[in-house]
């Protein structure tokens, strides 16, 4: 049981640690896209004004920032709720193991 328990455990960080670095990509594949988006954007207006360029370009860098914010408060999210899973194993684990341990201290004695 203890075994089981901790197990759980482990797996539940390692997912934690998956689907924060799987946010972390989604939020550079968003940034990347966005800013290509904007050059792309720019390269088609060719010979337009600087300011055009400039008003494109923070409106794909604000895009960006927006969802790579919402990528990460779902990570966020995502993991407060793992440790939370976590830290409930976590005392049935520990309560666990006091039991055995103190069953075995008594049949030591």
């Given amino acids: 049981m203890k075994t089981e328990v901790l197990k759980a455990?482990?797996?539940a960080e390692e997912q934690y640690q998956?689907?924060?670095a799987a946010a972390k990509a989604e939020r550079?594949?968003?940034?990347?896209?966005?800013t290509l988006e904007a050059d792309t954007l720019v390269?088609?207006?060719?010979?337009?004004?600087?300011?055009?360029?400039k008003?494109?370009?923070e409106d794909a860098r604000r895009d960006a920032a927006r969802k790579r914010e919402e990528?990460?408060?779902e990570g966020e999210r995502k993991a407060a709720l793992l440790r939370e899973q976590a830290g409930k194993n976590l005392d049935g684990a520990v309560r666990l193991l006091l039991s055995r341990f103190e069953a075995e201290v008594y049949v030591k004695d």
């Fill in 55 to 57: 008003k494109r370009l």
């Fill in 71 to 73: 990528i990460l408060r």
């Fill in 9 to 11: 455990i482990k797996a």
């Fill in 43 to 53: 390269m088609k207006a060719g010979g337009g004004s600087e300011e055009y360029k």
């Fill in 28 to 34: 550079e594949r968003s940034i990347s896209t966005a």
């Fill in 18 to 20: 998956t689907e924060l």
